[in-house]
């Protein structure tokens, strides 16, 4: 899967750190991934009326 690598300002890392601790992650790269596919979840669930699971797709 590629990785796509964004800088954060401040604001964004102390929300990053409060989703970390909150869920348990082990790093903010792992809180950013979590917002993500969260995001991702309620957009299909809005599409298809159903939840999704996401997997990482091979080649």
């Not at 899967?1 to 964004?6: D, G, K, L, N, T």
């Not at 990053?16 to 950013?32: F, T, W």
């Not at 917002?35 to 979840?41: E, F, I, K, Y």
């Amino acid at each position: 899967m590629p990785e796509a690598h964004v800088e954060f300002d401040e604001t964004e890392r102390e929300l990053l750190e409060r989703i970390r601790q909150r869920y348990g992650l082990d790093d903010c790269a792992q809180a950013a991934e979590w917002l993500v596919r969260a995001r991702l979840r309620r957009a299909a669930k809005s599409i298809t009326g159903r939840g999704r699971a996401l997997y990482p797709v091979g080649r």
